[in-house]
């Protein structure tokens, strides 16, 4: 892509000047809460402090610290010099954290500049009244606790690890930067591909004086692909929010179907776009991004992408590495783990319980991976539960809404938080809520509500079932597929597809787990019966893979998992992301023509 710059954080709003905080920041623990009491934003405690280096959490090994201790406030400080030319141009600089859990507050030379709560959306801050020119001093202090009332996704909520619940993350841990603005500038775009009429529509969220909403602010668009452009729309900016429509439609770019592009995981294409603010016809602010033109909907049992029947082989993937936890090593290592995840035949991949850095949403679409995006779960219902969840995940879907590669929005899963959903009516509000706010702000992806089982108003009906001998899988779900979806069963446990006064209403149908097998010598745990050898792990694989593509009306899977996870040891790939069985086997059997298969399959 032309906007395309390495590491660049924020992938889908891309200007030039701009720079990485990252790297070593002084920092402390304080366990006695006695911080802002001392006020350490304007004295640090010199004599309590050590290194810790951004964006790696005090908890892994990349850090410096390696501690696995909760620790409930932690702080860190670093200098940044202000550019005098840009500030006296009348520049803003903003000031940016791609992630930080959970309670962060910043100081700018120790001037309080404000607070954000969440460990998983982006956030920021206009410092430019509290910098100078030359050095400045920033102080973050971030809180964070085992309240199982913050949506926490995998991290435990207890001193240790258990189950599928791993050690916590504490702090910054996605990039931290900044970047120079202009008085008047593009600060957020919505790009809506609207295939059927060959046009993209674009929300601008332009900032701008009242005094200068007369129409001499205009804001322009210019379409490219592959070096040929393909339109430019200009229109006045008469208020902050501005919508339009853009062509994309080009006869005479070769191999182009109805003159269109389409996106797909064979042919992931991308047109790029370059916005403009022009201010009395003059450039005040530039940025790059792009975009594809794609289609995903539901159309009774199936679902379709770009009008044509889709069905999804996906993996599960937690996105955590050995050293570093949650947060990526490297860009390197997000786009090893995609080529990774597609040689083994996988078209997808549902990102569990974690939001995952924007570069990795950015190498799906360049790629074509199919991205479930899933938020973040609490553990205990409350209306202090459902405040926070609601506010992250609206920021999230706003965030990462231009990915083509996102194609189905999954809120929740398994009903963690909602533990009595099944006849809680006040639980069912809440999870119903969570499907029509997310579909105020993006009608046209599924929205999954409740992966797994208890399901109230969901897109597409997903279960989750790891059953290990693929015959009894098979028949489960041909010869009890109506008990089933009428919710008197759900396979061999407790469990019903949906929750009291929600029933079956023709959605389609795909097992979204299953899997999970793990080697006897790897320690950890997986599902079901361990294996001894890799011939005894394939051929189980396959058994109940083979199975579930034999279930005539199931219109996708996902398999757990991509990699090892600490004390879970049933991935594909061990906990250093390498291969544990040959990648070509797998996708073999991924890929395999077997009884009842769509056409596209």
């Given amino acids: ?108 030379n120790g001037q309080y500049v404000g607070d954000h709560r969440g460990g998983y959306a982006r956030f920021s801050f206009d410092i430019t009244r509290f910098v100078k020119a030359k050095e400045n001093e920033i102080v973050v202090k971030v809180e964070d606790s085992f309240d199982p009332q913050q949506p926490r996704g995998k991290q435990r909520w207890v001193k240790d690890s258990f189950g599928c619940w791993y050690v916590q993350t504490t702090g910054i841990w996605k990039t931290v930067w900044m970047e120079y603005v202009p008085e008047i500038y593009l600060n957020q775009v919505k790009m809506t591909p609207l295939l059927t009429d060959s046009s993209l529509e674009l929300t601008y969220d332009v900032v701008l004086p009242e005094e200068q909403r007369d129409g001499s602010v205009e804001i322009e668009a210019e379409i490219t692909f592959d070096g040929i452009q393909i339109s430019r729309t200009r229109m006045a900016v008469l208020g902050r929010s501005v919508k339009t429509r853009a062509n994309v439609f080009h006869p005479a770019l070769g191999g182009m179907e109805w003159g269109v592009r389409e996106w797909t995981p064979e042919d992931p294409a991308l047109y790029d776009i370059r916005f403009r603010v022009l201010v009395n016809g003059e450039e005040t602010d530039c940025a790059g991004s792009y975009f594809a033109m794609r289609e995903i909907r539901i159309d009774g049992p199936n679902i379709l992408l770009n009008g044509k029947v889709l069905y999804q082989r996906l993996i599960l993937d937690q996105g955590y590495w050995k050293d570093t936890h949650l947060t990526p090593p490297s860009e390197e290592a997000l786009v090893d783990d995609i080529e990774k995840i597609r040689s083994m035949g996988y078209n997808g991949l549902r990102k569990h319980q974690k939001i995952e850095d924007e570069r990795f949403l950015y190498w799906c679409d360049v790629k074509g991976m199919l991205v479930w995006s899933e938020m973040a779960a609490a553990y ?84 989750h079932d790891y059953e290990e001998v693929g015959e009894t899988l098979y028949k489960r779900y041909t010869e009890c597929k109506e008990q089933i979806l009428t919710t008197e069963v759900y396979h061999s446990s407790v469990r019903s597809a949906f929750a009291n006064g929600f029933r079956y209403q023709g959605q389609p149908i795909l097992i979204s787990e299953y899997g999970g097998i793990a080697f006897n010598n790897d320690g950890g745990w997986g599902y079901g019966n361990k294996v001894s050898t890799k011939e005894e792990f394939l051929r189980r694989f396959e058994d109940i893979t083979t199975a579930v593509k034999r279930i005539p009306y199931c219109c996708g899977f996902c398999y757990t998992q991509v990699s090892d996870v600490q004390q879970e040891i049933n991935g594909l790939l061990d906990a250093d992301h390498n291969y544990k069985l040959p990648p070509e086997a797998i996708r073999e059997i991924n890929e395999r023509k077997v009884g009842y298969w769509r056409s596209e399959m």
Avoid at 22 to 51: H, K, L
Avoid at 407 to 418: A, C, H, L, Q, R
Wanted: with cysteine; glycine share 4%; hydrophobic share 30%.
């Fill in 1 to 108: 892509m032309e906007c395309y710059k390495k590491d660049y954080p924020r992938p889908q709003l891309v200007r030039d000047n701009w720079t990485s905080l990252n790297g070593t920041w002084d920092f402390c623990f304080d366990d006695e809460a006695r911080g802002e009491r001392g006020s350490w934003y304007q004295m640090w405690p010199v004599n309590q402090a050590q290194t810790i280096e951004v964006p790696f959490t005090y908890e892994t090994k990349r850090s410096g610290i390696g501690d696995e201790r909760a620790h409930r406030q932690v702080w860190y400080r670093r200098s940044i010099e202000a550019d005098a030319a840009q500030l006296s141009e009348g520049k803003h600089l903003w000031l940016h954290f791609e992630g930080s859990d959970f309670h962060t507050k910043v100081w700018v």
């Fill in 380 to 463: 205990q219902y409350s209306d202090e539960a459902v405040t926070e969840f609601t506010k992250e995940w609206m920021e999230i879907v706003q965030q990462n809404y231009n990915h083509p590669c996102i194609i189905t929005w999954t809120p929740m899963n398994e009903s963690w938080g909602v533990h009595e959903i099944e006849t809680d009516r006040m639980q069912q509000h809440f999870t119903e809520m969570i499907y029509h706010l997310t579909k105020s702000l993006d009608p046209y992806r599924p929205v999954i509500v409740n992966d797994g089982w208890e399901h109230t108003v969901s897109d597409i009906l997903t279960l």
